[in-house]
């Protein structure tokens, strides 16, 4: 959607918006640290997938600036809004570094996550009613979630079978080209 925004400074994390928030979508702070993400990551160098939400229709939470995730993370979801989908191309040294995180990541991989902020939202205390309402949220969240993969495995299944009407179709054409060509439905 736009050129890639370079975070730090020194192309250790790289930005690329993907699809853009609604101009009045909230966005992490000081008041808001929890963040719900939804993402893929895969290795820079062989596009590998090691890591995602999309497979099992969840959200992973956590709090920016607490040292829960790799730098990069922290970095990049800062300046992110509720709605927005960016890639983030993460250097080693914002990521594992050189030990890497086996088997998975190699050592000194830069990785690339395609990255969702889902929402954004205070810190809460225990009491009934707030994990009630976080219970609630959560649900929410994976029903959407559950609507989006239904749409997708429908938009897969269509494909399918399309690809197999077409080979149908190219298998038609040849076994009528074996029969001499002289046309469709030829009986004996």
């Known amino acids: 959607m736009g050129d890639a925004i370079d975070l730090t400074g020194d192309g250790g ?21 929890l963040v719900d993400v939804h993402y893929e990551g895969t290795l820079a160098d062989t596009g590998e997938v090691f890591d995602t939400t999309h497979e099992d229709n969840t959200i992973f939470s956590f709090e920016i600036g607490s040292g829960s995730v790799i730098r990069a993370w922290d970095v990049a979801l800062r300046t992110m809004k509720v709605g927005e989908v960016a890639k983030i191309t993460c ?22 996550f395609e990255v969702e902020l889902v929402a954004c939202r205070p810190r809460k205390g225990s009491s009934m009613s707030s994990v009630s309402e976080e219970r609630a949220r959560l649900d929410e969240l994976k029903k ?10 429908e938009e897969k299944k269509k494909r399918e079978e399309a690809k197999a009407a077409a080979a149908a179709r ?19």
């Open 144 to 153: 959407q979630r559950e609507m989006a993969a239904a749409v997708k495995e």
């Open 13 to 33: 994390v790289m930005k690329k918006i993907v699809r853009r928030a609604k101009a009045d979508a909230v966005e992490p702070s000081d008041d808001l640290p």
């Open 91 to 112: 250097k080693p040294e914002y990521a594992y570094g050189s030990a890497g995180s086996p088997p998975d990541i190699p050592a000194d991989a830069t990785l690339v």
């Open 170 to 188: 190219i298998q038609a054409k040849l076994d009528a080209k074996k029969g001499g060509g002289k046309g469709k439905g030829k009986s004996k």
